[in-house]
């Protein structure tokens, strides 16, 4: 890579994380939103899914919260309802646009119960070409779930190697990698397992982006926050959340990275805010990167819910989801929900 290409990437890496602002993850694939779509039995087709997205990116004044939004492949492939590309509506409103570019999970063979995500092959050629549509980044996703003897070290390696590789091909290729180990939150592990998972996980990632020479100034790292299972009976306080969350981060991710932006991982969308607030208010200015939001649930449900498939339903949804967006950015300074503004 040459200096002009890294500091390229490196200006969109801190771009992304621009202050007050976040990252609006809006890449599911389309069986995953039409699953959502089902919900609220909004027909699944391919236009449905247009018209959804266009509502999100059209929000007025979105801008303002969100740096980033990261588009499926069918989104960049889509036209808008007014014949606009989506890359040129966000980067009109001053949003970076990015792209899932991992295939999904797999069983991993050998490994009941683990997956590994799939999508190198061909990957280099990809990127390229999204490179070439306007596309300024990129994100992978691997997951890791909690259980009796598992994550185990071959499952944590296989898909951090992945990760790696992956990373090393965007940064080429001119894209900022997002790279994304998801520890997930199904289950009943406690508090003190999701930790020791999370640490296990992002050591290994950190080892593995260092041994395919990856430059950490030049990616953002999208983990899950440190937080008991789903089904866990002891549910602890946002302060517990956010202090096992940070001392874990602080103890695995190198000073060099640019920033941190969370997934929410099927989170209370209310908790998840409060929960990020609260590293913000408490830690702030005292970490070695920023640390924001990339949220796909926590921001979207209510503006999906709101809208049903209903065209009439547009702005109610759009004015949500410019709430919720605007919820984050307190979070992101610390100031969610001690502003008397912060209402819809
Ligand atoms: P959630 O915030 O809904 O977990 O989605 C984030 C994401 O990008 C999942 O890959």
Sequence with gaps: MNNTMESILINTAHALMADGKGLLAMDESP?????????????????????????????????????????????VRQLTSKGEQFVDVLEKAGIIPGIKVDTGTVDLVNF?????????????????????????????????????????????????????????????????????????????????????????????????????????????????????????????????????????LLRCVPAAVPGVAFLSGGQNGELASERLNQMNFKYGSKLPWPVTFSFSRAIQLPALECWKGEAENTVAAQTILLYKAKCNSLARKGQYAMDPQNIV
């Design 31 to 75: 069986p995953t939103c039409n699953k959502r779509f089902a919900i609220y039995d909004i027909p699944q087709t391919p236009e449905n899914r247009r018209d959804y997205r266009e509502l999100l990116v059209t929000a007025p004044g979105l801008g303002e919260y969100v740096s980033g939004a990261i588009l499926y492949e069918e989104t």
């Design 112 to 248: 009941p119960g683990e997956k590994i995500t799939e999508g190198l092959d061909g990957l280099r050629a990809r990127l390229i070409d999204f490179a070439s549509s306007g596309l300024r980044f990129a994100k992978w996703r691997g997951v890791f779930s909690i259980g009796e003897g598992i994550p185990t070290d071959e499952c944590i390696e296989a898909n951090t190697q992945s990760l790696a590789r992956y990373a090393s091909l965007c940064q080429q290729a001119g894209l900022v990698p997002i790279v994304e180990p998801e520890v997930l939150m199904e289950g009943h592990y406690s508090l003190d397992e999701c930790f020791e998972v999370t640490e296990r996980v992002l050591k290994s990632l950190f080892y593995q982006l260092y041994k395919q020479r990856v430059l950490l100034e030049a990616l953002i790292l999208k983990p899950n926050m440190v937080l008991p299972g789903l089904d866990c009976k002891d549910q602890k306080s946002v302060e517990k959340t956010a202090d096992a969350t940070i001392k874990c």
